[in-house]
Nanobody, 119 residues
Framework: QVQLVESGGGLVQPGGSLRLSCAAS????????MGWYRQRPGKPRELVAT??????NYADSVKGRFTISRDNAKNTVYLQMNSLKPEDTAVYYC??????????????WGQGTQVTVSS
């Protein structure tokens, strides 16, 4: 089986920084892409950033402030969030597109981690 475990959420003041991490555990799998999504209060879940094949993609709302990175040896993706704003408050979800022997390629999701930006 494959599990995505997120960490790094919490409370931070506006203008502050936070780093989220998401580690995939298990065996017999390969990760093709990883990314971060978020769901703000009363809003649908939205893409924040993705990393696939050495290419990164960011939502306009976070471009220039957030950075996605991966440590392939650790099957881990990070989201460095700088210059945080109150509107960044959301539950952040890790996503991975993973191939597994006998299963194929499917999306997997982390449990979500709360990020609250408030003074």
């Amino acid at each position: 089986q494959v599990q995505l475990v997120e960490s790094g959420g919490g409370l931070v003041q506006p203008g502050g920084s936070l780093r989220l991490s998401c580690a995939a555990s298990g065996s017999g799998f390969s990760i093709y892409a990883m990314g971060w999504y978020r769901q703000r209060p009363g809003k649908p879940r939205e893409l924040v950033a993705t990393s696939s094949g050495g290419t990164t993609n960011y939502a306009d709302s976070v471009k220039g402030r957030f950075t996605i990175s991966r440590d392939n040896a650790k099957n881990t993706v990070y989201l460095q969030m700088n210059s945080l704003k109150p509107e960044d408050t959301a539950v952040y979800y890790c996503n991975a597109n993973i191939w597994r022997l006998g299963v194929g390629r499917h999306d997997y999701w982390g449990q979500g981690t709360q990020v609250t930006v408030s003074s």
